[in-house]
C-alpha cells in the first residue's frame, strides 16, 4: 500500500476511533445513573471522595471510568504521534481491561477465583493509614497480574491454557519498553535523515501512520470491556447496545480482512 493510501486509509480510522471513543464515554454516563455513587467521608480531619460499601460492581465503575480516561488522552497522543507516550498508554489500557475481565468473571460466576476477594481488598486499600502523615502510615499494596492472566486464560476454557497465558504475556510486554524506555523503543522517535530526536512526535512520517492502525486493538479492546461490564450489571439493554457498537466497529475497521491479512495496512 502506498503511502498516500496509507495516509488516507489512517486518518478514516481516527475518525472511526474517534466515534468509538464517544460511545464509551457514553456508556459510562449511564453507569454514573446507577444508584452506586461514591460519597464525601472523612480522612484523619480531611474531606476525600470515596465508595462506601466497596463492591465489585463499584470496583467495575472506577476500573470502567480509568479505561475512558486512559483511551481519550491514547486518541490524543496518536494524533499527535507521540508514540513513546502512546505505547504507555495502551499498556495500562491493557491492564485495566484484563482488570475489568477478571472482576466481571468472578461477579456473574462466569468463573470464581479464591483469590478475588484478596484482589478486591488490595483495590479499595488506601494509600497511608493518615493522610497528614503519608510516610509513616504507608500501606503496601501489591497483587499478581500474572494470576491474573492465568486465570483468565483457564476461565474462558483455552484449548492451551499455557500458549494462551505465553500469548497474553507477549502482548502486555510488548508495551513494557515504551514504559520502561528501553533503547528500541527510544530510538522510534529518531530522525535518521535528520539526526534528531523527534521529541515532539513523529507525526505524518509512515512509522506514525503504523502507530495509528495499532492504536485499533486498545480501542476495541475497551469496545468489549463494555459488554463485560453491563453483563456483570445484569442490564441486557446495556448488553445487546454493547454488541452493536462492537459489530458496527468491526464491520468499520474491517475485521475480517485483518484478520485474513494482517500486513494488509503496513507499507
Known sequence: MSFKARLIEANRRLLIYRSAAKVLTQFLRSLETSELHPEIVDRAGH????????????????KYARLVSLTDTLLLLVEAGKVQEQGIIQRAIEEVNEDILYISLNVTGSAKSDKFDNYLEEFWKEDYAD??????TRIGRGYSRKGIRSFISRALNQPDPS????N?????????GFTHGAAPQILEIYNYDDQRFETEG????????????????????????????AKAFGSQDMFDAAIEHRNKFEELIGLDSILKNPASTRK
Open 47 to 62: 474531606e476525600a471522595v470515596r465508595y462506601v460499601d466497596l463492591t465489585s460492581q463499584e470496583a467495575l465503575i472506577l
Open 131 to 136: 493522610p497528614s502523615d503519608p510516610v509513616g
Open 163 to 166: 500458549t494462551a497465558d505465553a
Open 168 to 176: 497474553s504475556r507477549s502482548i502486555y510486554e510488548m508495551y513494557s
Open 202 to 229: 513523529i507525526r505524518g512520517t509512515n512509522r506514525h501512520l503504523d502507530y495509528i492502525f495499532d492504536a485499533q486493538n486498545s480501542i476495541y479492546r475497551a469496545l468489549l470491556s463494555m459488554g463485560l461490564i
